[in-house]
């Protein structure tokens, strides 16, 4: 948990939007992907999502300076069948391109019913949730998919072959927030491991091999992450893993998994060509709005009212983010201390001002 | 393992389509809901599913003598939006109105690149694979959805809730047969705990509740499955199961987990209204056939080419159903001797003739 009842430092979404979006121009990108990234990212953090939020800032400066992000891309979109659009993103930020596809998704969702659109050339994108939500609070119901760099053990392997590969999925709810999924296919995200290390603690069984392939408890021999579904049941998150690469590889014509130029790599003036994959939904084509939204409302209330283990409660997807959201937005996004320093070192460097902070109460 | 060095009582696929064919006219069953029922049975017991597979028959004749299901439905297909298909089952076998949806989400992705087709009023559609499957061989990459009544937890909760909601995807592999994900979101299918109680083995840690929603061992008090994830990252095959209730419940306005009348349940006259959701897409409609394929095989070869844990192998999905199916093609799908007693009160009862058995080698 970030939060606790120490004071510590925090800074509204606008401030953090403001910063993130300053940061990137100074750094060479373009106002409208500078825009998009903003809004992924702060978003990302408003919403409790850390591992994709803010904390991605210094990365993409890197990235973009070093050329393996093209700043200033010239987005190509294509509608090569009445209900699919193809975005090329000329090598620049994956969320100004996956924005954009999902304009496009949902400009023909809204008369074919659904629509597909996949992301050519691309980038990290941030959290797929961004850009299903994007599309849930238009009133369509999406999908988004990813793959990346080889981090996760295929089932029965023992060296890492798929990313992480996120699958996120939204859907409009009237009257409230919509219902957010957004997962990784591993079974914890990899920063997960890095938090382990900074604090010095162990790893749970069942969740990482070391280089050899061998269970390991100790975060810095943490070489691979096991898919969900740990050991024993593992080939269902590695066959999602699988599934993901089909969409965002196979189906986009980019490298695949372990084909792709590590996120990490010190290589960062080569373009990665990583894809990804939208299915936007009108949910009017299949149901009047009426039914549909009375569905959703009985299917949430039931879940939520399940039977609970003690001192827990059963959410539905995205309570948990809205939540946070809710928090954060009255009392501010936590900032690290480590995040604070790099946020310094890299405002010095650009000539920026840093983020206005505010003291979390 | 079912396979094992002992002669077992073994049928050929074509006497296993010709006696559940001949069963299901025989208890009242038109001709093409029975031929769609026994390719989806006799196809699901060839590739080693045999959870969905002939076992099933008794259950669909009892269900059809009883009303629960339409015999002779028929079938009413819209096209409400230009990418957009609703098959109404009338209650029908839900095998029937399912590859009925396909046809026509190949049908509609062949000129529009994606398709969505809902199933309404339909009923237990035995392997979620068969029909995602029937799309690849077309050329297609498929994926399909369906839920089912409450035997599963949602994450934090004590009482099942969701079903064991399958989610299946099929694409096209040249040269090979398709690349085939067909899982359950629960941790195990619930049959599996009915094969401890036959064995008279313990469940495994972490798999199944009692009635009070504690963990046990025990296979006679297992009383609801974990979902994927299992009690630690449950959040994600809760999530799953969640999003397949908007797309199979939500989007069609058909009742969800909860509400639906139980499978096992004694009413056998009341239909229970299931819904089902299909994504159809059309793969040249992304990228020329010959990237497709490129793509295709590149990734499939590496991840098989994934060094691996002692005594196994990487796998592609679908590659064990695809040994499993040469095994049983060449030596006979087996016959289990309970499921062999309940073939021969069948026959008996409707006056038909039991399956010709080989004898597996």
Not at 39 to 66: I, K, M, N
Not at 171 to 189: H, K, N, W, Y
Not at 317 to 324: I, T
Request: net charge negative.
């Amino acid at each position: 948990m970030l939060e606790t009842n120490e004071v510590e430092l925090c800074a509204r979404y606008d401030a953090l939007i403001h910063f993130v979006e300053s940061a990137l121009l100074a750094a060479g990108a373009a106002e409208d992907p500078a825009q998009s990234v903003a809004r992924a990212l702060a978003g990302a953090s408003l919403r409790g999502v850390d591992s994709h939020g803010v904390r991605l800032l210094p990365h993409y400066c890197r990235v973009v300076q070093g050329g393996r992000i093209n700043g200033a891309p010239r987005l190509s979109i294509e509608r090569p069948s009445p209900a699919v659009a193809v975005v090329d993103a000329d090598n620049g930020f994956g969320h100004h391109a996956s924005y954009a596809a999902i304009t496009e998704g949902v400009d023909l969702a809204r008369t074919n019913g659904i629509a597909a659109v996949s992301v050519i050339n691309s980038s990290h994108f941030g959290a797929a949730g961004c850009y299903v939500l994007e599309a849930a609070e238009q009133g369509f119901v999406a999908l988004g998919f990813s793959n990346s760099d080889s981090l996760v053990l295929p089932h029965d392997g023992t060296q890492p072959f798929h990313g992480t590969n996120p699958l996120a999925f939204a859907a409009p709810v009237m009257g409230e927030r919509p219902f957010l999924l957004d997962m990784a296919t591993s079974i914890v995200p990899w920063n997960r491991i890095q938090d382990y290390r900074t604090k010095g603690l162990k790893v749970p069984e069942d969740t990482g091999v070391d280089a050899m392939g061998q269970m390991t408890t100790d975060p810095e021999k943490v070489h691979a992450l096991l898919p969900v579904g740990a050991l024993q049941h593992g080939y269902k998150g590695a066959g999602l893993a699988s599934m993901l690469e089909v969409f965002s590889a196979v189906l986009t014509g980019m490298p695949h998994c372990s084909q792709l130029l590590s996120m990490a790599s010190g290589d960062i003036s080569t373009p990665r060509h990583l894809g990804h994959f939208f299915i936007v939904i009108n949910p009017s084509a299949f149901v009047p709005k009426p039914i549909y939204d009375i569905g959703m409302a009985a299917y949430l209330a039931d879940l939520r009212a399940s039977p609970a283990r003690a001192n827990s409660k059963v959410m539905a997807p995205g309570d948990r983010e809205w939540q946070r959201s809710d928090d954060r937005s009255e009392n501010g996004i936590p900032v690290s201390p480590g995040l604070n320093l790099e946020f310094k070192t890299l405002a010095h460097a650009l000539g920026i001002a840093c983020p206005d902070y505010i003291q979390r109460r």
